[in-house]
């Protein structure tokens, strides 16, 4: 009886345990399906979820902060910061949790209210036959309806949510038309951040003539992109080269649209939103500061605003006035000349009568011209025949020769056209022949410029006024001394605070590193660059006027124990963040693909924030689009921040450039300078010591000392030492470019690869004060500028 009483005990064990195991079966298969409703299925507004196979997307009921109604929307799922990209019933919300949401069998999704038992929102998906639907949310955040006997392909898709979008575009989402069924994709802004009901602005892709996007504001145009012209929007930089997007433009007999792909979307995520202002915002999530950032924003500056300078007016934001006159015009009102904002636009100085004798006067660099009608193929063989079909047409005002797709004319007034520093397009404007006799291309003239001054496009300031400014350039103004010549402050008559560069007549630099900056840093918009608000020149006199920075440059503070305690270890990894963003921006983000050459302590400004800026650009250089290396016979920069590469063999490229950053976060992180630091123990120089510790176990001690006295994020400067032996690596190869460096900046939960040994990291001697190098058995001479 015994035996038989155990046995029977054992048996109710494993029943137990079978049942235990097959519940937990089941909801383990229930887990695997939480992408999925099916017909019949409900989702109630009681914390139930679908969320995507890579678990980045949730789908269920939510209430927008500081609203108790309920919508049902999609959000990212790992975010604290709920960020909702779709929602279905923004014009039919929920009160309380009253709510559920089920598919029926003929394919709809239907919401229903609780309370009332009734239909608020439904897919109307049900035109669409299918024998059994799912509802599925899909790794890419969109919710679709198919049929579960089919694939997961999107030409089976009874319905999905990327056709009706809201205020959001997430990549693999469109924006445009299906010419074919006359379907469009744009964006609504909310109404305001607790309601998702259609707000006042639209974003959307204009057909007619050349595809070109539009923001409204209900029917009135308060921005546009430019035409698309083939190979980019506008004319502007191109947003190909932003981080962490690329855009992809569709134009054919069937479909007209623009989406955009985050090659990074495994790691960094990023997005378009139509905020409630009217401003389309390219927006990534940062997972240090747990924020959305945003990388820029349209309409960004005056010449943005829709045709802001009127008929004809070409908008200069590098200018002031920022509306100017085309050579050929003048202004319809003669008083809005002076006036920074006007409406009235230009005029021709000689009226046009279609006589024999008019032409084109070209203008370069342009944004194209509003409403442009494509003339069909047969005349777009050459500019000769583009330039035939407008004169025939007395009504043609203006064309372009599009040589990727058409000939482009346009009739009557030119609205919103705007000059660019860099880009853009040559635009062809109709003149009488009275007005052909010069051959200007210059927007305005002034009697006063010089030749010198008309080939730099910058704000001009006459030397009056910049000595007014710096009170006669007077010592007590005098705020530094650089490799170009002093600086000064100065404050001009309308109040706004500048840095006056001279160029010294005994310095180093001279004319070419003059126009090597205006060049470049002209044409550069970052916030972690400083900005360059124009130039003065005076006889053999030059200038280059900047934004102030009250807080002067960054060795100040880490170089000096007591100033160092000024920064706490927060600020100086924000530091550290913006200099590579502002680094990436120049190999990356910018249409020039910059190298610097000269990055260094001293060259990084601090604002009132303590931002960091960029700044000297006087000895960068450009990379050509082909181009991934260049080499030199010419070596100038900065001892101790050089790559060997270019130190010894004059060859520069991006990676130099991660070198010098590398050499400078070390010097952030140990309040030393790498070159002139000393140890009792070795002849090390500072990238030695730190390769030294990392091998003995002992990096941190590299770490400020005043950092010890308070609270720091010890992992995040070891992940900062990590990041800056890695980029001071020997070979360039085995460097990160800045694009990961940014990442590994970033994300704070992946895995560093290993550093390799440093370059010059136990030479301190080598090349400094020296004019020739020596490279094996050949001899070569280089000039080796240092400072």
């Known amino acids: 009886m015994k035996q038989l009483s155990s046995l029977s005990s054992s048996m109710e064990v494993l029943d137990t345990m079978f049942l235990c195991f097959t519940v937990m079966f089941l909801i383990f298969r229930i887990s695997l399906a939480t992408d999925s409703l099916f017909v019949n299925q409900t989702l109630t507004g009681n914390g139930e979820t679908l969320v995507s196979g890579n678990g980045r997307f949730a789908l269920g009921f939510f209430s927008p902060s500081g609203s108790r109604n309920r919508y049902l929307g999609i959000w990212y799922k790992d975010i604290p910061q709920q960020t909702v990209v779709w929602v279905a019933n923004k014009d039919a919300p929920l009160g309380g949790l009253s709510g559920l949401v089920t598919l029926t069998a003929d394919g709809s999704l239907v919401i229903f209210n609780n309370a009332s038992k009734g239909a608020v929102w439904s897919s109307n998906s049900s035109t669409t036959s299918t024998n059994s639907p799912v509802l599925q949310l899909l790794n890419s955040g969109n919710l679709v309806v198919r049929d579960f006997s089919s694939d997961d392909n999107p030409t089976s898709y009874v319905w999905q949510s990327f056709d009706y979008p809201g205020d959001t575009l997430i990549p693999g989402m469109k924006q445009g038309w299906n010419l074919k069924t006359g379907q469009g994709w744009f964006l609504t802004s909310w109404k305001s951040l607790e309601d998702p009901s259609d707000g006042d602005y ?88 747990m924020e959305w950032h945003v990388s820029f924003g349209l309409p960004s500056d005056t010449c943005d605003q829709y045709s802001h300078c009127g008929p004809n007016g070409i908008c ?160 007590s103004n005098k705020i530094g001394e650089g490799g170009f010549g002093p600086v000064y402050k100065g404050k001009l008559a309308s109040g706004q605070e500048i840095a006056v560069k001279a160029l010294s007549k005994d310095s180093g630099q001279g004319l070419q590193e003059f126009k090597n900056e205006v060049k470049f840093i002209s044409k550069l918009q970052h916030r972690n660059l400083v900005r360059l608000l124009g130039c003065c020149i005076h006889e053999k006199e030059r200038m280059l006027i900047y934004e102030y920075m009250p807080n002067g440059s960054l060795d100040f503070y880490i170089f000096n124990q007591k100033n160092c305690t000024i920064l706490d270890w927060k600020k100086h990894f924000d530091i550290i963040v913006g200099i590579a963003r502002g680094l990436l921006y120049l190999h990356r983000d910018s249409r020039l693909r910059i190298i610097h050459r000269d990055l260094k302590a001293s060259n990084i400004l601090l604002d009132s924030d303590m931002n960091p800026k960029i700044s000297d650009f006087g000895l960068a250089r450009m990379l050509r689009s082909n181009q991934t290396e260049v080499k030199t016979r010419r070596v100038m920069g900065t001892y101790g921040y050089m790559s060997p590469e270019y130190a010894i063999d004059g060859q520069f490229s991006v990676k130099s450039d991660v070198f010098s950053f590398g050499v400078l976060l070390l010097e952030i992180v140990s309040g030393k300078k790498n070159r002139e630091f000393y140890h009792p123990d070795h002849e090390l120089n500072l990238l030695g010591h730190a390769w030294k510790l990392w091998n003995e176990g002992r990096i941190i001690e590299l770490l400020n000392d005043p950092f010890t006295d308070v609270t720091i994020n010890i992992p995040e400067v070891f992940r900062c030492i990590q990041i800056g032996l890695l980029c001071v690596q020997q070979s360039p190869e085995d460097r990160p470019t800045m694009s990961s460096v940014v990442q590994m900046l970033d994300s704070v939960n992946s895995v560093l690869p290993q550093p390799k040994q440093p370059g010059f990291y136990a030479d301190r001697c080598l090349l400094y004060g020296e004019g020739t190098r020596h490279t094996g058995n050949e001899v070569s001479i280089s000039t080796l500028v240092g400072r």
């Open 202 to 289: 639209t974003s959307q892709i204009d057909g007619r003539g050349l595809p070109q996007g539009l923001v409204r504001q209900r029917s009135e145009i308060i921005f546009r992109t430019g035409p698309w012209a083939g190979l980019r929007i506008g004319g502007g930089p191109e947003m190909k080269n932003f981080s962490l997007f690329n855009p992809r433009y569709v134009y054919d007999s069937v479909h007209m649209y623009y989406i955009f792909e985050n090659e990074y979307e495994e790691f960094i995520l990023s997005r378009f939103v139509l905020n409630q202002s009217g401003i389309l915002e390219h927006l990534t999530w940062t997972e240090k500061s």
């Open 316 to 475: 200069n934001n590098n200018k002031y006035p920022v509306c100017q006159c085309p050579s050929g015009f003048k202004p319809k009102v003669p008083d809005s000349w002076a006036a920074m904002y006007w409406s009235d636009g230009c005029v021709p100085v000689t009226p046009l009568n279609c006589s024999a004798g008019e032409g084109f006067r070209k203008f370069s660099r342009l944004k194209l011209p509003d409403n442009a009608h494509v003339v069909e193929s047969n005349v777009t063989a050459s500019k000769v025949k583009c330039q035939e079909a407008c004169l025939q047409n007395c009504s043609c005002s203006a064309y372009a020769l599009i040589e990727i797709c058409c000939c482009a004319m346009w009739f009557g007034d030119l609205l919103d056209v705007r000059q660019y520093g860099e880009g853009g397009y040559d635009l062809y404007i109709r003149m009488a022949a009275s007005e052909l006799g010069h051959r200007q291309e210059k927007l305005y003239q002034d009697s006063t410029s010089s030749l010198a001054e008309k080939q730099i496009d910058l704000p001009l300031f006459d030397l009056p006024t910049i000595a007014a400014a710096t009170n006669n350039f007077s010592f």
